[in-house]
């Protein structure tokens, strides 16, 4: 996997919950929000990382299937 792959699936969950902390630090959220935000944010997160680990297997998918042929 390339420098820059695992760069991206780590950046986005710490910019996700990094924005939703600071909200929570600065009491923008509280109450019943502040837990629908962090549920959303860790399902967002979650799926980002699916979504760019899956993209990165296809790649290298398509890629050894090109040099069976």
Known sequence: MSKSLI????????????????????????????????IVGF?????ATTAVMTIAKLQKYEDDKEDED
């Not at 780590?10 to 509280?30: D, K, S």
């Not at 399902?43 to 799926?47: C, D, L, Q, Y």
């Open 7 to 38: 760069a991206l699936v780590l950046i986005v969950p710490i910019l996700v919950f990094a924005i939703i902390v600071w909200m929570t630090m600065a009491h923008i959220i509280t109450g019943w929000l502040l837990i629908v935000v962090w």
């Open 43 to 47: 399902i967002m997160a979650t799926a």
